[in-house]
C-alpha cells in the first residue's frame, strides 16, 4: 500500500543529485577580478595577450591569483579589491595607452571561485542583487550640444527641401552656429519664405535685415522647443539604455535621470561587465550620405587635397579615405530592425536593415535621383566615424537593403545589436565607473540570510517536536525545497534581491504548511481508528487536493505579479512562483517517499511517530492499532 516504485525514487535521486550539484557553486563565494576583452574583433584576446598583461602585473610587483582565457575574455583573478584596482591601472597602462583609440576594454569584475570542474557543466551561483552584493555603477553625460546640432542639421535639410518642393528660390542656406541664415533675393521670396516657416517650421523664431542688396533670414530654435529637444534626446537615450540591456540579459537594471543630463545606470549581478561597460558606452549612431566622386573629391580621397566644400572626409576600415557629403540622408531614427546574417552570393557577413515608411520613401527618392553614384554608410561611435561599406546605388531602395563588407560575424552581431536596440538621440559619455557595495549594508545582508536560516531552523524544531518523526521527515523535507529552490535559481541565473529573500522566506512557511495539512490528515485518520499504514495512505491522498487549490490560488497571484510588477515586485515574484512550485514536489512526493522507505516495508506496523493523537471528545490520547 504505502510503498514507491524503484523509478519514483530514481527521480528523488536525480532530483537531490542535480539540486546538490548546482547549488554547490553558491557555497565558494566571488574573488575581486580585472576582466580584458576587445573592443573591436581586430584586437585578439588570446595567448600572446595574456602574456603582455602578465608581464605588466609582473613589471608592478602584482601577484595574481589565476589568469585564464574564457568567453573570448581574460580574467585576472586577484586576492583582494585592493590589489584588484591596481591591477586595473597597470593593463589599463599598458593595453590602453591611448584612450581616444582603446583596443581592448578593462573593467573591474567578479567571478566565481567555483572549480573548474563545476564550472564545466555550467554550474554557476545565482546573482545577488544591487542590494545584496552590489554590482556595477555608471554615470553616463549626455551631449546636449550634439543633440541641438542634430536637430538644426535635421532643420536646416527639411527647409531646403521644402523650398525646393515649393519652388522658393534662395541664394543659399548656410548654418552659422545653432541658426540657419538663409539668403534671399527680392522681398516677394523673403514673404513667402516667412509665411512658410510660420506654416511647417513652427518651432523656429526668425528674423530678417537686408545684406549687400538681398535680404538675410535667420531662424533658430525656439527657447521651449531647444528644451523639448533636450528632454526627448534624455528620454530617448534611457529607452535605448533599456532596450541594450534587456538584450544583455541583466535582470532588475536601475536606469534613471540624475539632473538635466546625466542617466544613472546601475547593474546588479552582472558578470560580464566588460561587455556591459562596452554595449553603454558606444553611441551607435547610423547615417547615410552620399559619396562625392567629383574630380575635386577624387583627389581630395586618393592625393589629400583639401576636401571640397560641403563635404567631409572619412575612413574606411582598411583605412581608405571617402570623402562624403554632409548633408545626412538617413539617420538611425528611422531604423526599426536590425538583424546579422549571410549574403546568399557572396557567403560574407552581413546586416539586414529596415526602415520605416518616412525612410522608405527617402531612400526611394534618393537612390531614384542617384542611380550609380556611390553612398555611404557611416556608423559614429564615441564621437568617431568611420564608413562601413560605400556601395553603388545598383536600382531603386525600399525599406529593406543591407549593409555588408569587411565585416566579422562577430562585429555584424554587435553591429546588429547595436542598431537594433535603438539609435541615440545624442551622444553619451561615460564619466564614472564604479563597483559598488551592498546598498543595504553588511549587516542587513546578514539579517537577511540570518531570517532565513532561524526561520528554517524554528520551524524545524516546532514539527520535530510536535509531529515526532513524521515532523522530522517534515523538515528535512523543507530542507530539500530549499536546495532545490536554491538550485533552480542558479540554474536560471536568476538575481535574487532582499525582496526575493523575503519571499524564500514565505515559500518555507507555505511549504511546511503543506507537510502540517499532511500530518494532521493522518492523525485525524488515527483518531478515526484506522490502521496506520491505512491513514499514512488516506492522510496523503486525502491532504493533495487540499494542497493543490491552495497552491494554484497562490501561483495565480505570484503569475500576476511577475506579468504586472516591475523591478523588485518582479523579484518576489520569481522567487515565490519557483518556491511553489519546488515546495509542492518536496512537500508532498518527496516526504511521501521517505514515510514509505521507513514504514512501507513494514507488514505489521502498529504504530507511528507522529506526536500524541488526541481525541477531541474525551481529551485523551488513544494508541493506533493495526
Not at 526668425?206 to 527657447?223: M, N, Y
Amino acid at each position: 500500500m504505502n510503498r514507491y516504485p524503484l523509478w519514483k525514487y530514481a527521480i528523488i535521486v536525480v532530483a537531490l543529485l542535480v539540486g546538490g550539484l548546482y547549488t554547490l557553486p553558491n557555497f565558494f563565494g566571488e574573488a575581486p577580478a580585472v576582466q580584458v576583452s576587445s573592443a573591436k574583433a581586430m584586437y585578439k584576446v588570446d595567448a600572446a595577450l595574456q602574456s603582455k598583461v602578465a608581464q605588466a602585473l609582473q613589471d608592478a610587483s602584482i601577484e595574481p591569483t589565476g589568469l585564464s582565457l574564457e568567453n573570448n575574455s581574460l580574467k585576472v583573478r586577484l586576492a583582494d579589491t585592493d590589489t584588484q584596482l591596481k591591477a586595473k591601472e597597470a593593463i589599463q597602462k599598458a593595453l590602453v595607452p591611448d584612450p581616444e583609440v582603446a583596443p581592448y576594454v578593462v573593467a573591474l569584475n567578479l567571478i566565481s571561485r567555483s572549480p573548474a570542474w563545476l564550472t564545466s557543466l555550467n554550474a554557476a551561483p545565482m546573482y545577488l542583487g544591487l542590494d545584496l552584493r552590489g554590482g556595477v555603477h555608471f554615470m553616463l553625460q549626455v551631449d546636449m550640444a550634439a543633440a541641438l546640432s542634430k536637430k538644426i542639421d535635421s532643420t536646416a535639410g527639411d527647409l531646403r527641401s521644402v523650398m525646393r518642393e515649393k519652388n522658393i528660390r534662395h541664394s543659399g542656406i548656410s548654418r552659422n552656429g545653432n541658426t540657419i541664415e538663409l539668403r534671399l533675393r527680392d522681398a516677394a521670396t523673403l514673404e513667402a519664405t516667412r509665411n512658410l516657416i510660420k506654416d511647417q517650421f513652427a518651432d523656429l523664431a526668425f528674423t530678417d535685415a537686408p545684406d549687400a542688396g538681398e535680404f538675410k533670414l535667420s531662424a533658430s530654435l525656439k527657447p521651449e522647443a531647444a528644451r523639448r529637444v533636450q528632454e526627448q534626446a534624455l528620454k530617448q537615450n534611457i529607452t535605448t539604455l533599456h532596450n541594450r540591456i534587456n538584450e544583455l540579459g541583466v535582470a532588475e537594471p536601475v536606469i534613471q535621470q540624475q539632473g538635466l543630463d546625466r542617466i544613472v545606470v546601475q547593474l546588479p549581478g552582472v558578470q560580464d561587465t566588460a561587455k556591459a561597460k562596452d554595449i553603454l558606452g558606444r553611441t551607435a549612431t547610423l547615417e547615410m550620405r552620399l559619396v562625392d566622386d567629383s574630380p575635386e573629391g577624387t583627389a581630395a580621397a586618393v592625393g589629400g587635397a583639401a576636401v571640397p566644400y560641403g563635404t567631409e572626409k572619412y575612413r574606411e576600415r582598411n583605412g581608405q579615405a571617402v570623402i562624403v557629403k554632409k548633408q545626412v540622408i538617413l539617420s538611425g531614427d528611422s531604423l526599426t530592425d536590425a538583424q546579422p546574417g549571410f549574403d546568399s552570393q557572396t557567403q560574407q557577413p552581413k546586416v539586414d536593415l529596415t526602415v520605416d515608411a518616412k525612410g522608405g520613401r527617402i531612400m526611394r527618392d534618393t537612390s531614384r535621383e542617384n542611380l550609380k553614384k556611390r553612398m555611404a554608410i557611416l556608423l559614429f561611435e564615441k564621437g568617431r566615424g568611420e564608413v562601413l561599406t560605400a556601395p553603388v546605388i545598383q536600382g531603386e531602395l525600399g525599406n529593406r537593403f543591407q549593409i555588408s563588407g569587411s565585416m566579422s560575424v562577430t562585429e555584424a552581431a554587435d553591429l546588429a545589436l547595436l542598431l537594433r536596440a535603438g539609435s541615440l538621440a545624442a551622444p553619451m559619455e561615460i564619466i564614472e565607473e564604479r563597483t559598488i557595495g551592498p546598498s543595504l549594508g553588511a549587516e542587513n545582508i546578514a539579517k537577511g540570510f540570518d531570517s532565513v536560516r532561524w526561520g528554517f531552523a524554528a520551524v524545524a524544531v516546532f514539527m520535530c517536536v510536535y509531529y515526532m518523526l513524521f515532523g522530522v521527515i517534515s523538515s528535512v523535507a523543507l530542507a530539500v525545497n530549499l536546495l532545490l529552490l536554491v538550485a533552480v535559481l542558479s540554474m536560471l541565473q536568476a538575481t535574487l534581491t532582499l525582496p526575493g529573500m523575503a519571499a524564500m522566506a514565505l515559500v518555507l512557511g507555505m511549504a511546511i504548511d503543506a507537510n502540517v495539512l499532511i500530518n494532521e490528515r493522518v492523525r485525524e485518520e488515527l483518531r478515526n481508528g484506522v490502521s496506520p499504514q491505512a491513514a499514512i495512505h488516506a492522510g496523503y491522498d486525502r491532504a493533495w487536493a487540499t494542497i493543490l487549490d491552495s497552491n494554484v490560488t497562490t501561483l495565480i497571484a505570484g503569475l500576476a505579479l511577475l506579468a504586472f510588477g516591475s523591478g523588485p515586485v518582479r523579484g518576489f515574484a520569481v522567487v515565490h512562483c519557483l518556491g511553489i512550485l519546488t515546495s509542492m514536489f518536496s512537500a508532498v512526493f518527496f516526504s511521501r517517499g521517505l514515510v514509505n522507505l521507513w514504514y512501507g516495508r513494514q507488514k505489521k506496523l502498529q504504530t507511528v511517530s507522529i506526536g500524541t493523537v488526541w481525541r477531541p471528545d474525551s481529551g485523551k490520547a488513544v494508541a493506533p492499532r493495526d
